[in-house]
Nanobody, 125 residues
Framework: QVQLVESGGGLVQAGGSLRLSCAAS????????MDWFRQAPGKEREFVAA????????YYADSVKGRFTISRDNAKNTVYLQMDSLKPEDTAVYYC??????????????????WGQGTQVTVSS
């Protein structure tokens, strides 16, 4: 049993920053890869970023590379997504998810074992 709860979303102007948090509870967290996805209205859920169990490896979608940073604090059972230089096209519901494996490439939603409820990020122009 794993529960993931996202927080930190909100409304921000283009060029601004937000930091999303995903707190995990239940089963062990430290040995699992974590991912962030996002989904805009009418669009498919898309991969954003991934991090391996100890934070030593990360991978980003081309659309966010250089602007977003994924990190984790296993002592706090939390994964973060620091979002800088936000653009209106970043507007979406952001979801964190837990996976059994990490890979240097975009993950697909079916590869995820657990999902959070999502947090809304809205970037105004």
């Amino acid at each position: 049993q794993v529960q993931l709860v996202e927080s930190g979303g909100g409304l921000v102007q283009a060029g601004g920053s937000l930091r999303l948090s995903c707190a995990a509870s239940g089963r062990t967290f430290s040995r699992y890869a974590m991912d962030w996805f996002r989904q805009a209205p009418g669009k498919e859920r898309e991969f954003v970023a991934a991090i391996n169990w100890n934070g030593g490896n990360t991978y980003y979608a081309d659309s966010v590379k250089g602007r977003f940073t994924i990190s984790r604090d296993n002592a706090k059972n939390t994964v973060y997504l620091q979002m800088d230089s936000l653009k209106p096209e970043d507007t979406a519901v952001y979801y964190c998810a837990q996976a059994a494996v990490f890979s240097f490439g975009p993950m697909s939603p079916p590869d995820m074992d657990y999902w959070g409820q999502g947090t809304q990020v809205t970037v105004s122009s």
